[in-house]
């Protein structure tokens, strides 16, 4: 049977994650931080043999935990979705709160990508959850907006190096989702209601895409849903890097709701 470690399954696109992967037979371990979340999540889980670990991702040892979890257990996929954002001007937010968003989307997903590839064989493969915003920088959000971007490049770089190993590394990308992800950015001030439904997908529909890029194992990345993908190709190509960053600057502006 095939094992999945799955981070950030608490809730939104990685419970998604878990849930799918266990329909199509995979053993699952569910990594985050709210244990009753996990332990809830595999009640719903078909199938045997699934677990979780409650693990703080912003903290070395949390991240240590996991890596220990995975040579414990031999893992053929990975999927690398714990992230997260806050919505607040920079300068006039916590250094330390925008540290530990850079540990988490960043320094985890970096360490366990090692730990992972170092014992991957033919076959197995690691999905990083980039974003839509890799390609299409939000300025309300910089530094989420620039560890999407590292989470991008450095997939695309390691879908090269481990192509001939026979292990697949994709970067996804979705767009806006239906998760708890906008009321953790703006601390529970929205809920991304106002946002124009064409651009929302839900957590079923992002996973549903990957899990079928997953089987073809073609791309590097995944961008999901038909606007993604429209917005991703052309902004960047009728906009001037001005006009693109001042069209996205609307995106989190306090006088505009979300
Ligand atoms: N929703 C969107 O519009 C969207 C768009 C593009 C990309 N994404 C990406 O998709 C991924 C999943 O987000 P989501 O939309 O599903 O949001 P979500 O529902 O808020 O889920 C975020 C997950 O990350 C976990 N997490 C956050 N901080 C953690 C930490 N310190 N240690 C361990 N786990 C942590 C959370 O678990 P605990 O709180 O229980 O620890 C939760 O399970 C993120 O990487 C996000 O950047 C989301």
Not at 42 to 69: F, I, N, T
């Amino acid at each position: 049977m095939k094992h999945a470690l799955v981070t950030g399954a608490s809730s939104g696109i990685g419970r998604e994650f878990a849930l799918q992967l266990a329909r199509r037979g995979y053993r699952v371990t569910a990594v985050a931080r709210r244990e009753p979340l996990l332990r809830e999540l595999l009640s719903a889980l078909p199938g045997e043999g699934h677990d979780y670990l409650a693990a703080d991702l912003a903290d070395p040892a949390g991240v240590a935990a996991v890596a220990a979890r995975m040579q414990d257990a031999r893992c053929h996929l990975l999927i690398n979705n714990a992230g997260y954002s806050v919505l607040q001007p920079f300068y006039q937010s916590g250094l330390a709160l925008q540290q530990d968003i850079l540990a988490v989307n960043c320094g985890a997903l970096l360490t366990l990508s090692h730990h992972f590839l170092g014992q991957a064989q033919p076959g197995d493969a690691l999905v990083n959850l980039s974003s839509i915003v890799a390609d299409l920088p939000t300025p309300a959000q910089p530094v989420y907006s620039a560890s999407k971007a590292f989470i991008a490049s450095f997939s695309e770089c390691l879908w090269q190096e481990q192509r001939d190993r026979g292990v697949y590394v994709m970067g996804l990308c979705p767009g806006v989702t239906e998760t708890g992800f906008i009321q953790t950015a703006t601390g529970g001030e929205s809920a991304g209601e106002s946002l124009p439904a064409a651009l929302t997908q839900t957590p079923a529909e992002v996973v549903s895409e990957a899990l079928a890029a997953l089987e073809k194992r073609h791309k590097p990345i995944v961008v999901t849903g038909w606007a993604n993908r429209l917005m991703v190709a052309l902004m960047p190509r009728v906009l001037s890097r001005f006009r693109l960053l001042r069209t996205l600057a609307v995106i989190g502006d306090p006088e505009r709701a979300l």
